[in-house]
């Protein structure tokens, strides 16, 4: 069965950095392209980032771009999600997503 474990969220101030990873397993990593999506409280899921199988290619929602970086391990069937100069409007729960599949979340709060 396909497992996408997200891990590293928290509580961070605005302007501050996580780092997101996704821990996925069940199925061949490396073959596929892997997303990142969010979904704040009362709001529908918003796509965020996708990068293609190998990692060279990648695609932002302008909501983040320049402020987020996804970057994938192949060889550690990892994903992860570089988030700097947090904004408020950041928090959300945060999933992995392969194909039309999300993993279990985690939380992303960006608050004062």
């Known amino acids: 069965d396909v497992q996408l474990q997200a891990s590293g969220g928290g509580l961070v101030q605005p302007g501050g950095s996580l780092r997101l990873s996704c821990a996925a397993s069940?199925?061949?990593?490396?073959?596929?392209?892997m997303s990142w999506v969010r979904q704040a409280p009362g709001k529908e899921v918003e796509w965020i980032s996708t990068?293609?199988?190998?990692?060279?290619?990648?695609n932002y929602a302008d909501s983040v771009r320049g402020r987020f970086t996804v970057s994938r391990d192949n060889a550690k069937n990892t994903l992860y999600l570089q988030m700097n100069s947090l904004k408020p409007e950041d928090t959300a729960v945060y999933y992995c997503?392969?194909?039309?599949?999300r993993g279990q979340g985690t939380q992303v709060t960006v608050s004062s």
């Open positions: 997503k392969l194909l039309t599949q």
């Open positions: 069940g199925f061949i990593f490396s073959n596929y392209a």
């Open positions: 990068i293609s199988s190998g990692g060279r290619s990648t």
